[in-house]
Structure formats: C-alpha cells, structure tokens
C-alpha cells in the first residue's frame, strides 16, 4: 500500500492476517460460505466459485447486502478491492469505478444481463446507472479486459447485479410466501424510512413468480461537522416482477421486469448551476432461457434479450421569472441480445470447456432542451454495438489454459455524424495448482471500447459566462485497454479447527490503454471566463480526442476466515495511474483504501454482532491544474451492526454507520458524506 495510508493501514497486510488467524477459535457448527464462496459467471461466462476463478472477481451475495441495510449500491461495492463509486448527494445515481477507468461504458454495468449504458453530461459522472438495493440477491464484479467475454467495452471490468427469485422467498416444499423489510434512519445525522415487500408463489411444480414493492423517503443529513448537505434528501417508489418456468428436464425461462421512480432536488440556483427538480424514471425488462443437463455435455445453453429505458424529466425552479418552469428531457433506450453455449468434452486425462456466442445491443438518445444547453452536451443519436467470441479451457492434471479471441464491431450516428470501427481481442490465462488450496495464475487480455455517443457528436455552445463552443470529432479512435496480471487464489478448510475456511485472492496487474479518449478544453487568449474580458470565450473549444497513454498499475488483495462462532475479512487495494503523453497523475485513480471486517455469532447464531474499519488514504497524486481543488484527506470510519433472530426468519437489525462522526469527503464525491448514522430496523419471511 502507499506510504501515504492512514498509519493502521501501513501495517503489514500478513501480520494482520496472522494476527487474526491466531486469535481462539471454539464453535462448533459449520458457517455459512465466505463471499468467495459465491457464484461467479462474470469472467468466463461459466458458474464457478468466486475463489477458483482464474481472474480478479470479487462477489457478495443477499445475506451480506441485507446485514448493511444499504441505501445505496455503493455503500456494498466500494468494499471491494479496486472498486469505488462517484456520487453526488443530491442524485440518487450511481457510476462505478474500477481500477480507476469509469465513464462511457469502460465499465460494463448489467442488471439481469441488461446493459445500464445511460450518460448525461454535466458537472458529474459520465455514465451512471439508478439501481434499488431492496432487490438485489448478488453483485458480481470481475476487474480488467480479463472479462471481455462478458461485453465490449469493458477495458475497466464488469459489474453484474442479479434482483432476487422466488427461490431466495420460497422455501422447500411452500406454495406462497411473503418477506417484508422495514428500516429507520433514527438518532443521527439522517432520518428517514425505507422498505420491501416482496411476495412469492410456486403455482406447480415447473412455475413460480414473484412481484415486489419497495419505497424509500429520506431527508437531507449532515456530514460529520453537523452542517446540513443541501438536497442529499430523495423519494423513490420501485417495482419488480419475475416469471420462472421449467417446462422441461433442463429447460429454464426467466421473465423479469423492474420499474423506479425517482424524485429529488439538486443545482446550486446560480447561472452556472440552476436549480431543478428530477423525476427519473427507469425500466429494465429481460427474458432469458437456458438449456443445461448432467447428460449433455455438447450443449449449455444461454440465450437472453434485454429492454432499458432511462428517462429524465428536470424542471428549473431559480432563476428570472421566465425561466421558472424551464423544461427538459434526456432518454436513453437500450436494446440487447446475448446468445452463447459452452460443450464439454474429455479427451482421456484432458478435460475441455469450449465457449462460444455472439451479443450486442443498440443505444437510442434522445434529447430535448429549448433553453439551455442539454442537446449539445449529451446530442441525441443511435449507436450499435455487437460481437462475438470464442473461449477454450483446457485442464490438464494441475494446470488450466484459458484462450479466447473477442471480435467487436460498432456504428454511431446522429447530427449528420457517422463513425464505425471493429477489432479482434485476445486473451489468454495460464493457472497452475501445486498443492491443494494454492492456484497462482498469469493473464493478458485485452478489450475494446467504442467510443459513446457524447464523446464523437458533442456539438454546439457552453451557456454564459463561459460561452465556449463544442467541437464534435469524428475520428475519435476507440480505446484499447491491454492488461498483463498475475494472481494466487488461496482455499483451504480445516485450517485451524473442523469446519473452518481460509479463502483469499491476491493480484498484481498493468493496465496500458492506447487511444484514451479524454476532453480537450483550448483557450488560446487564455481569457475565457474572465469578468473583465466580455468576449474571452469565443476563441475557447472543447472536443473529445485521443489525447493520450493511459497506465495503471497496482496490487489488490481480499481474505476471509470463518471458524462459525467468529469470523474475519480484510481487503485491500493500491492503484496508480498516468496519462503518459503529459506525463502526469490520472485524476480517475481512486486513493489507497483498506476495509477490515469481523464479527461473532452467538447464542446459536441467532445474535450476530459484526464490525467494519474503513480506510482511506489521501489523494493527492493529481495534475497541477486540478490539485488544489479536487485533492482528498485520509479518513478512517467505524461501523457496528447487529442483528438478532427473534423467531424464526425474522430478525432485528441495528446499525451504526460513521460512529467517530468523522467530517470526510469521498475523493470525486459532489460533496461530503453523511456523519454518524444509526439505522434500526428488521425483515421476515412467512410462508405455507
């Protein structure tokens, strides 16, 4: 880790994991998995365990997501190893970081395979998605090309969320159940309520569903200093249903569809920054049927189509008399297809996975803006993406060879712009078991982003005072991210007691990424924006272009022990990253972090009490121009939670979040995070 870490966080990462092993260990049931026990598809689009996956994967599964009782999707993945999120307080949107590429798709987000590809462009992420955590049964995140099988354009990773199925409601042999969450933000610098509902039925033998509704009403909270973050408040009413048929010996068919709405606040009320009310509305529907059978190795079928739609409505409430009322839209809708199968096949000591299919999938933005700006810095347009792939892996006594080639093909247009580009994307992995419990593995893969739709058309004028043209660019060339990583995965049980897990993953990796598309802002007089100087913006321009050589490098490391009455975690990461044209810092390069993580089950594992020390470095590894404004401080937050099965699948929770109160902003956040936060609440599940 950096040597600019919080002091706790300059110890030795083994000392710590030693430290923790040593401790007593006296349970005797058999705990629960480790999340690197949880199923992962994201890097070869085949389920295996989270720690046998030759590649950087990090998942956590439903349990761990209702212990937290999250408001948000990042509080869960920014716990990960080389992952973080950017959020605004005053928008409820989410846009994930990884290894620190983000943006315009260089993270592949889906939610039941579907593509979150919406972007509006502002003072803020550009690429976000809104996603209710109330139903989420698992969050499955590979980091790197490593993933390019999964998805063009996801040079930076993919992040796959699953939304709960009659199986995580029903239980063997009911024919109706019901589960039912509640939670109050109470006592500190929040309140608010959030809850579910979710209500499952087994009609036969081969069909059950579900329908489910969840809502969430919080206030604005203060940060750690007891000052009042002005719209961090929101209101959001959710819904999903989910169809699952087994018509046959092997034959799966999921119908699912989720709709959100979302309603908050947010803009400083200044020229710069109006002031407007949100009411976003999303929808994501997905039918996907799978085919897979003991007694057929040749076919595992997968073939899922997908719908999404992002609509925001934003009317302006500062300003002049006039522009009170001001109204705009912004649309994305987005259409996909993803069909792949993986045959089996044993050649005497010789065992081979082959994996092959094709996927793609189209954007349509629209946009309209009669009073500012929103058409040209997010233009409307269509954009088509598709591809294929094919993926070899082979296992031979103690070693496993992965192989892969990706192809990826892209069009745009709109504005009267047309760009197109295709690529072939190789990967390979070689992965090698000496002893039972330890895998070291070597991978090169590479991936390839298209550039988006803001990037190529971007066209027009920046509103007064700062009245600069965009330039669009046509001969935007895509990004190609090329990632050379070596990894150990470690598993073992019965380590210190019966019954007990180790599991750990580490990775070391480089990341050089040709093309890299960033903005260009050129004042040649130097003077725009100047008070004294009325025209200094009209010789100002700001265009996309492949401006430079990104590098990122950096070490990621994740364990978990679990001895049943107690429990252990610690996770890790450490990144940096140079545009190496102008040879200085990346500022999308997240600061050093470290999470701890323990807990005891008592009383029969009825009562679990459980901690989590967070911490973060400074970040002041940025360019000259940006350091003053956008450095960070190091931080460290403590959190307790506690739950208790009162009956049987009932339990109560209670949460403390930021116990120190601690003042901190969150490097890139819009503005500061909330302090102390208590959360109080329960879930149960009740069925026949």
């Not at 937290?68 to 989410?94: H, L, Y």
């Not at 044993?346 to 065992?351: E, L, N, P, R």
């Not at 760009?419 to 390839?448: F, N």
Request: aromatic letters at 10%; a positive charge; hydrophobic letters at 35%.
């Amino acid at each position: 880790m950096g040597r600019s870490l919080p002091a706790a966080l300059n110890a030795p990462l083994s000392f710590t994991i030693l430290a923790a092993l040593a401790a007593p260990a006296t349970a005797q049931q058999v705990q629960p998995p480790t999340p690197l026990d949880e199923i992962t598809v994201t890097a070869t689009k085949q389920e295996e365990r989270a720690v046998d996956a030759l590649a950087p994967v990090s998942v956590r599964g439903r349990e761990d997501i209702q212990r937290q009782m999250p408001q948000r999707i990042g509080t869960i993945v920014s716990q990960m190893p080389g992952v973080t999120t950017q959020e605004n307080p005053s928008d409820p949107a989410t846009s994930i970081n990884i290894r620190g590429l983000q943006d315009f798709g260089r993270v592949a987000v889906t939610v039941d395979g579907a593509r979150q590809n919406f972007q509006r462009s502002g003072h803020n992420a550009n690429g976000a998605f809104f996603l209710d955590p109330a139903f989420i049964r698992s969050v499955d995140i590979t980091r790197g090309p490593t993933a390019n099988i999964y998805g063009s354009g996801a040079i930076g990773g993919v992040a796959s969320f699953e939304t709960v199925d009659p199986r995580d409601i029903l239980r063997p042999g009911q024919r109706f159940a019901t589960e039912l969450g509640f939670s109050a933000l109470v006592g500190g610098r929040q309140n608010g309520v959030y809850g579910h509902g979710i209500g499952a039925i087994r009609a036969n033998d081969w069909a059950s569903g579900l329908i489910g509704l969840s809502f969430r009403n919080l206030g604005s909270y203060k940060d750690g200093g007891g000052f009042t973050i002005a719209d961090s408040g929101q209101e959001l009413v959710s819904g999903i249903g989910k169809i699952i048929l087994t018509p046959g010996d092997g034959h799966t068919i999921k119908l699912s569809g989720q709709l959100q709405r979302y309603d908050f606040t947010n803009g400083l009320g200044t020229s710069r920054a109006p002031r407007r009310t949100n009411e976003v509305t999303t929808s994501n529907y997905a039918a996907r049927y799978s085919f897979s059978r003991p007694d057929n190795d040749w076919l595992n079928l997968n073939i899922s189509i997908y719908r999404t739609t992002t609509d925001t409505d934003q009317v302006r409430i500062s300003g002049t008399p006039a522009q009170i009322g001001q109204w705009r839209y912004f649309r994305i809708e987005t259409h996909g297809a993803d069909i792949n199968n993986t045959s089996r096949f044993d050649f005497g000591a010789v065992k081979m996975a082959l994996t092959y299919g094709i996927d793609g999938f189209q954007d349509r933005v629209a946009t309209r803006d009669d009073f500012s700006n929103g058409n040209e810095t997010t233009p409307g347009g269509r954009r088509n993406v598709y591809g294929g792939f094919v993926q070899n892996h082979l296992k031979w006594k103690d070693f496993d060879l992965i192989a892969g080639l990706r192809f990826d093909s892209y069009e745009l247009s709109g504005g009267g712009t047309t760009a197109r580009g295709q690529r072939v994307s190789p990967k390979i992995t070689l992965g090698y078991t000496p002893i039972d419990g330890v895998q070291p593995y070597l991978s090169y893969a590479e991936g390839y982003r298209a550039p988006s739709i803001t990037e190529t058309l971007v066209n027009g004028g920046h509103p007064a005072p700062s009245a600069f043209t965009f330039i669009p660019n046509a001969r935007l060339k895509p990004e190609i991210g090329k990632t050379l990583e070596a990894g150990l995965n470690l598993k073992f049980n019965n380590l210190l007691k019966k019954g007990d897990s180790f599991r750990g993953k580490v990775s070391v990796f480089q990341n050089r990424v040709t093309n890299f598309i960033e903005g260009v802002f050129t004042d040649p007089g130097n003077d725009c924006g100047n008070p004294f100087v009325p025209a200094g913006c009209a010789d100002a321009t700001f265009t996309y272009s492949n401006v430079a050589r990104a590098r990122l490098n950096g070490v990621e490391a994740e364990f978990a022990y679990d001895a049943g009455r107690w429990f252990a975690s610690i996770g890790g990461s450490s990144i940096r990253g140079q545009n190496v044209a102008l040879k200085q810092p990346l500022e999308t390069v997240y600061p050093d972090k470290m999470v701890i993580a323990g807990g005891l089950r008592l009383l029969d594992e009825k009562l679990v009490i459980g901690t989590r020390v967070t911490l973060v470095a400074a970040q002041k590894r940025l360019p000259a121009a940006s350091l003053l404004a956008n450095s960070s401080k190091a931080y460290g937050l403590v959190g307790l939670d506690l739950s208790y099965e009162i009956a049987k699948d009932t339990r109560f929770f209670a949460i403390a979040d930021n116990i120190g109160d601690v003042r901190y902003r969150r490097y890139r956040d819009g503005d500061r995070s909330p302090g102390f936060v208590t959360k109080v609440g329960f879930t149960t599940r009740f069925g026949m």
